[in-house]
């Protein structure tokens, strides 16, 4: 890993760079065939392609009446026939009209459709219309949307409840998905202790493991708990030793220019490790390494660093190992409804939210809790040597765009 | 329900405002107990009250030495002792300073931190600063966070990552949540065939029941697949009455000024009906009423409109209905990037893109499919009886912020 050739800082710009590289040099191929179904929150392996036109057939938008436009000559027609949704119609007899309904194949012979709104029915239950007519008028021609053979869906794309509704209006059951990955999570230090047992002294909760785990998992990863790593070099050897069958370790805190890193020395000894020193706030410090062959990613330990960096750089880096292209949240040039008066030479990402159209940031953006992320709707980002006044336009990305 | 006292069309805020009324006098206020690994996605019963400060001790900011200012005359100081993260440090020697790491407790009698950058170790390992030292300086106080009693997350609050996060900072190990609503998907028309099956004439897949029912599972809802309702008065009857145990019955297509409407009938009959004609497009019918005292809501047939309505309506009317206060999307004037010279009576929601900071809108807005909704990253609003040139700004819905 040639990551340490930045005289000072990393701009985030080249650690993403980086990270994308790595993950494509480790893509995860394998597929499998899921039925739509289980199939929600997968990455496409394969391009859909539509195997039918959509519509199908030419249909009907409206409830109305159908009719060769060149039949109308101003004289009431007979309604030869009634066309539902679902039922294939006769051809359409010449000199009449069709009843039809919206979405109602057209009858062969009639190219144009009047909403019943302008049809007036004769005494003799025959029909006059009251407005001119186009030809083609209300008809959804067959193939409009989607022709047979077109790429519907590029590879790589992540399936929500839009694209696997499409799939299913293209007749699709299965889709063939890349594997899920399998990510363990690993917290360092002595004095983290899990939810629901007792504090004791100089000991705080573990927040990250529960922010990562339900994180990669709508994400769609397979999570393999790594617990608590002690710090002690053998037993961190022998923990990340019985992770050989994941696809990426990420680890919380640890890894610093403290004493006591334990996780790195394993690195170093077994591996690789390259300590980055990202140009952003929160969240300075990040691993990227591996240990026998298994890629290592180690975040901050602060919950708001980890939750910068995850969403920031290892989101996208797992996205992309899936071979999904679009890995960057939307953001939004937005005006700030703050000022900036000391420029930092490490860009910001301030837990914010959006008052009266202006970006608001938690009044303690301290990188300990996550209280300010569950109060924030989004993270602005301060340019690294900017300052801000209030209007002025600052990135605002909603946290939507990267927790799933 | 008293939804049809609108003279001509109903504005999408008036329909919201009474879905939230309707949601606010069926509320699910069951509650039920889980364990934080099963609380992603569910939405939280009872506020979170802080049991402790957070931190739970005064600690230091970064790795370096601890001392209390008073002791530095400029003079090297002796270090007493070493406090890693996790530990429980004896009370500082006077007129001494300890080593100490990120995270770790402060000893009794230090008030201030150095970092190691700015400390040299004499030869006889005593240590002396390089800088002027401010008291205080990288102490994080106990309770600079949070303070034990603080209302951290308010009931209502719907649980992902970050508050799993912040919850299990606090010690939390199971959280009070509502139950999961139940909602049956029904599609009606005889016109539905199941993705797998082959297509007969005249008959098109059912995208929407894939669309809905991902679509509710990641709003934490538990999805009774009640399948296409035939074109058949008592078929429905019997359908609808077969669901008395659900929450809600979430219908699409079939309710319409057309003439198959079974749906409607059996609601009338046995319950109450409602259309709205709602002032947008797509998405103009929507039926809301009840059948036997269960809540349905009619959505329109055609995806795009499903998408529109769903999105808009039904999703806040089902997270309201779950005591979630926040219910509506975030939205970002942007500038757009085409021209609308046509006035509308009825607000349309675009299927768009940011391109270079602008909405661009998918070229085939038809409601009839959802190729549109997967190439787009939002919904982009454009009001009624406005038009607008380049450069001209409309709300943009991130998909990201209706689709979880």
């Known amino acids: 890993m040639s990551g340490c050739d930045?005289?000072?800082?990393?701009?985030?710009?080249?650690?993403?760079?980086?990270?994308?590289?790595?993950?494509?040099?480790?893509?995860?191929?394998?597929?499998?065939?899921?039925?739509?179904?289980?199939?929600?929150?997968?990455?496409?392996?394969?391009?859909?392609?539509?195997?039918?036109?959509?519509?199908?057939?030419?249909?009907?938008?409206?409830?109305?009446?159908?009719?060769?436009?060149?039949?109308?000559?101003?004289?009431?027609?007979?309604?030869?026939?009634?066309?539902?949704?679902?039922?294939?119609?006769?051809?359409?007899?010449?000199?009449?009209?069709?009843?039809?309904?919206?979405?109602?194949?057209?009858?062969?012979?009639?190219?144009?459709?009047?909403?019943?709104?302008?049809?007036?029915?004769?005494?003799?239950?025959?029909?006059?219309?009251?407005?001119?007519?186009?030809?083609?008028?209300n008809v959804r021609p067959q193939g409009q949307e989607t022709r047979r053979g077109d790429n519907v869906l590029a590879a790589g794309t992540r399936l929500g409840p839009i694209e696997l509704g499409l799939a299913a209006s293209l007749g699709a059951a299965q889709l063939t998905v890349r594997r899920r990955p399998r990510v363990a999570v690993l917290s360092t230090g002595d004095e983290l202790v899990e939810p629901g047992l007792p504090l004791g002294p100089g000991q705080i909760y573990n927040s990250n493991r529960r922010l990562l785990i339900a994180w990669l998992q709508r994400l769609g990863c397979e999570v393999v708990d790594g617990g608590i790593l002690a710090d002690d070099l053998e037993l961190t050897r022998a923990a990340l030793g019985a992770l050989s069958a994941v696809d990426l370790i990420l680890s919380t805190g640890g890894v610093s220019v403290g004493e006591a890193d334990f996780l790195g020395v394993a690195l170093r000894d077994e591996g690789e490790l390259a300590l980055w020193k990202l140009a952003i706030k929160p969240g300075k410090p990040l691993t990227c390494g591996q240990f026998r062959g298994v890629p290592v990613i180690g975040l901050p330990g602060n919950p708001a660093s980890t939750l910068v960096t995850f969403g920031l750089l290892a989101r996208p880096y797992l996205l992309r190992r899936l071979g999904v292209q679009r890995v960057e949240p939307l953001g939004f040039a937005m005006p700030a409804g703050f000022t900036w008066s000391k420029p930092g030479n490490r860009r910001e990402y301030l837990r914010a939210r959006l008052e009266h159209g202006r970006v608001v940031p938690y009044p303690n953006q301290s990188s300990g809790v996550l209280r300010s992320a569950a109060w924030a709707e989004g993270i602005a980002e301060v340019l690294e040597g900017t300052t801000l006044n209030e209007g002025d336009s600052l990135r605002f990305i909603p946290l939507s765009e990267i927790l799933g």
């Open 6 to 137: 930045h005289p000072g800082l990393m701009p985030v710009e080249a650690a993403l760079a980086r990270l994308m590289l790595l993950a494509e040099a480790t893509a995860i191929r394998e597929t499998e065939s899921v039925a739509l179904a289980a199939a929600n929150g997968r990455v496409l392996a394969e391009p859909l392609i539509a195997g039918l036109d959509l519509p199908p057939w030419a249909n009907s938008a409206m409830d109305g009446y159908a009719l060769r436009l060149a039949d109308w000559t101003g004289q009431p027609l007979t309604v030869s026939q009634r066309i539902q949704a679902g039922s294939a119609p006769a051809p359409l007899q010449p000199g009449t009209c069709a009843r039809i309904f919206t979405g109602a194949p057209l009858p062969a012979g009639a190219d144009t459709v009047e909403m019943q709104e302008n049809a007036v029915l004769t005494a003799d239950e025959r029909v006059t219309f009251t407005q001119p007519l186009r030809l083609s008028q």
